[in-house]
């Protein structure tokens, strides 16, 4: 069965500095990986996937993700971090495998950007 | 852009009473999803549904859920007899192209079992 580990349940950064929120994956076949961001008191809102093709992926408002698969992580990073970006963010993934095409979450990680 | 609605957006229900909420998923997609949150936490899979039946549910989808598409556009899920752990955020998505062209979210219903 697949799965998603975000290890840090909060992350702080200062209004300015590059941000990383870390994801790593376990799935018996190949991933389909998502970030997603969600705001007090709102839904999900997709910020970028990895099907195939290039490592880098670019997404909205600035974010980008990194797919490794020999250390099966997809960490979430933007170079300049805003006071707006602060929210709670989750990665999640999809085994090619699972015939259900499911997405699994992380526990999700708190970014707090400080002003 | 295509969205996923989902109503009511709150809804607040005395224990033991029945509870459908309700999704209009993306027109042209085929595989449709609950999700539960419990604030603020880990948001969990409920359920997967495809070709007009379950593809998967999770330890959390017992007896007392069921899901039905109804009439070619809504996609409901109806908890039978609510528990005051039933309480939290529902979400509703769906896909197609099995997730390739990514997954849409309903805004949610906030569920409150008093």
């Known amino acids: 069965a697949q799965s998603v580990a975000q290890p840090e349940d909060q992350v702080n950064v200062a209004e300015g500095n590059p941000l990383t929120v870390k994801c790593t994956y376990s799935v018996s076949g190949n991933p389909y990986l998502f970030w997603y961001v969600q705001y007090p008191n709102r839904g999900l809102q997709f910020l970028l996937k990895y099907i195939t093709g290039d490592n880098l992926v670019k997404g909205s408002y600035g974010f980008e993700a990194e797919f490794n698969k020999s250390q099966t992580s997809f960490h979430l990073k933007k170079p300049s971090a805003l006071v707006s970006d602060s929210a709670l963010y989750f990665c999640?993934?999809?085994?090619?495998?699972?015939?259900?095409?499911?997405?699994?979450f992380g526990s999700g990680t708190r970014l707090l950007v400080r002003p | 852009e295509p969205e996923v609605t989902q109503t009511p957006s709150h809804q607040v229900t005395q224990m033991g009473q029945e509870v459908i909420l309700r999704c209009v998923p993306i027109s042209n997609h085929l595989y449709f999803y609950w999700y539960r949150q419990i604030l603020g936490q880990k948001v969990e899979f409920l359920v997967s549904f495809y070709n007009n039946e379950i593809s998967e549910k999770s330890e959390i989808f017992d007896d007392q859920f069921s899901v039905e598409r109804p009439d070619g556009s809504n996609f409901t899920l109806k908890i039978r007899s609510t528990k005051l752990e039933d309480s939290a955020m529902y979400f509703c998505a769906s896909t197609n192209a099995q997730g390739a062209s990514g997954y849409t979210f309903g805004s949610g219903t906030r569920l409150t079992v008093v």
């Open positions: 999640a993934v999809r085994d090619m495998l699972d015939s259900s095409y499911k997405l699994i």
